[in-house]
């Protein structure tokens, strides 16, 4: 089956530091995506990662560990325009390549 | 410019009606895909294509149907609407078989079934 776990709501402060987590369980693993979702907006790329470790895109990093079926998105430096929904989701092999399966997302709020 | 769009922002449907939700992509992607979004459920795929006239089942394909006419067009059809089908509707297309490939979505529709 497929599982992809995430916090439903995150509070931070402006400028500070947050970490939002996702665990999955699946059947196939071909990589892991973030997305970002502003409320009432499409959903917008951030990151891929498929190897373990960490890549770092300016404020923005995303970690991978594949024995542990965990992901993480940091953001540093926060500001009020990131307060959205973080989405985490999981592509697969075979028939599942060309489809991602999403988690239900993490709704950050960034306060002054 | 990539772009995804949907027919429409907004639309509002009564019960039993027949109901089309229009996507077209202009970046001569291979795949395309329909999501619903749900408040706690997030977004849950509910049709795919991988070419034309091909189709493929999401996870909730129940109530639904598509169509793939045309590479850059992908309709999906409620073919007698329900109170349970109000939802926000996503559309998203993506190039090839590389699994690192973006994603890119639609603005969304929002339907409210009456």
């Known amino acids: 089956g497929q599982n992809i776990d995430q916090p439903t709501e995150m509070t931070a402060t402006e400028g500070a530091i947050v970490q939002i987590n996702c665990t999955y369980q699946?059947?196939?693993?071909?990589?892991l995506f973030w997305y970002q979702q502003h409320a009432g907006e499409a959903p917008t790329f951030l990151s891929y990662?498929?190897?373990?470790g960490l890549e770092e895109k300016g404020r923005f990093s995303s970690f991978l560990s594949r024995s542990k079926g965990y992901s993480y998105l940091l953001l540093k430096e926060l500001q009020m325009k990131d307060s959205a929904s973080y989405l985490c989701a999981v592509i697969g092999y075979g028939g599942a390549t060309n489809k991602l399966i999403f988690g239900t997302g993490t709704l950050l709020a960034v306060q002054p | 410019d990539v772009k995804v769009t949907q027919s429409s922002r907004y639309l509002v449907k009564r019960t039993g009606e027949k109901v089309f939700l229009e996507c077209v992509q202009d970046?001569?992607?291979?795949?395309m895909f329909w999501y619903r979004q749900d408040p706690g459920l997030g977004l849950r795929l509910i049709y795919f294509?991988?070419?034309?006239?091909?189709?493929e089942k999401g996870d909730i394909p129940e109530g639904y149907s598509v169509s793939r006419e045309k590479k850059e067009r992908f309709s999906l059809i409620l073919e007698s609407a329900s109170t349970n089908q109000t939802s926000m509707y996503l559309c998203?297309?993506?190039?090839?078989?590389?699994?690192?490939?973006?994603?890119?979505f639609g603005p969304g529709t929002r339907l409210t079934v009456l």
């Open positions: 699946t059947s196939g693993f071909n990589g």
């Open positions: 970046m001569d992607h291979e795949n």
């Open positions: 294509s991988y070419d034309v006239k091909m189709k």
């Open positions: 998203a297309s993506r190039a090839g078989t590389s699994a690192d490939n973006e994603q890119f």
């Open positions: 990662n498929v190897l373990d």
